[in-house]
């Protein structure tokens, strides 16, 4: 079947306005959010680890150099932006739109979308070829923030504000609401300690796989992710 010129081209404008078709997802204050936690998270993890694990001793004085002091200041002060980054995050899961209620609401009652969630893990897996298109999160994406990022963040802060309070004092507001912890484990500081810090390699393996995800994903799948959480527009390839 022979085509005239102008035809084609209309048939070319039409292509190109597909691929072109971007769809506004991620608001500004979920991008900022994003990206100032995934700071936050980063500097709990390194200094948090060096909390558990001190370096060998540095010579001197230690009220002179105060390395375990700063690493605590840093802890802390940086574990208030994850907490109330985190209060803000909820907050915005009510009034931003509908995209930014996934990491909290799983439709777990929708056998299509555990469905999804099985062929995405195939796709990661590299066992079946074709991806689906996404305009917010794929449901496997959803499932691994939720179970890691939202239940994970409840369970950092729960756990080291119950650290906090034991060291503020028992008349503290961090003692008196976070004790719970320490019997909810079995009385043991230690053991808060130890399930605090396991947190911390949980936190690793969800970063690692994330940041791999979004990097995969962006080259391999049909959408675009890394810009999008920059600019908040998701672009399609197809
Ligand atoms: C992603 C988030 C976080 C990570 C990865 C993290 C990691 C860690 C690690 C590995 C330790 C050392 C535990 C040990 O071996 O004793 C620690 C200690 C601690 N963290 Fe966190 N943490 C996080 C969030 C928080 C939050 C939100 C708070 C709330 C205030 C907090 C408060 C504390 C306290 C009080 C200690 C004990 C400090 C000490 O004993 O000197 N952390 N953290
Ligand atoms: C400690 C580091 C990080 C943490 C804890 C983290 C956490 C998260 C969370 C919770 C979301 C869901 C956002 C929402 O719906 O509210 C998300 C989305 C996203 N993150 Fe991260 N992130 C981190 C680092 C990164 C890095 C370094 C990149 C890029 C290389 C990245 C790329 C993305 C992308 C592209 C999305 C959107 C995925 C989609 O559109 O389905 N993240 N991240």
């Not at 936690?37 to 001793?57: E, K, S």
């Not at 299509?112 to 969630?117: A, D, I, T, Y």
């Not at 449901?139 to 994970?152: K, S, V, Y």
């Amino acid at each position: 079947m022979t085509t005239t010129l102008a035809e084609q081209d209309d048939f070319e404008a039409k292509r190109h306005s597909r691929l072109l078709k971007a769809i506004y997802v991620y608001e500004a204050p979920l991008r900022l959010w994003h990206w100032i936690n995934a700071l936050a998270v980063t500097v709990l993890a390194v200094t948090g680890y060096l909390i558990g694990t001190p370096l060998p001793g540095i010579g001197g004085e230690a009220s002179a150099h105060y390395m375990m002091g700063w690493l605590r200041v840093l802890h802390f002060s940086f574990a208030w932006i994850f907490a109330f980054g985190f209060v803000g995050r909820i907050y915005w899961a009510f009034v931003g739109n509908r995209h930014a209620r996934q990491i909290f609401l799983l439709p777990i009652t929708s056998a299509k979308w555990w469905g999804e969630v099985w062929h995405e893990m195939k796709w990661y897996l590299f066992i079946t070829r074709e991806p689906y298109k996404y305009v917010g999160h794929n449901p496997m994406a959803q499932l691994m923030m939720f179970l890691f990022f939202t239940i994970g963040a409840v369970y950092m802060i729960c756990t080291g504000c119950a650290l906090y309070g034991e060291a503020l004092g028992i008349d503290s507001w961090a003692y008196q609401s976070f004790s719970w912890v320490f019997t909810a484990v079995g009385g043991n500081s230690l053991q808060v300690h130890n399930w605090h810090r396991m947190g911390l390699w949980v936190t690793i393996i969800f970063v690692m796989l994330h940041v791999y995800a979004a990097f995969r994903e962006d080259i391999m799948s049909r959408q675009s992710l890394i810009s999008t959480m920059v600019s908040g527009w998701r672009m399609f390839k197809d």
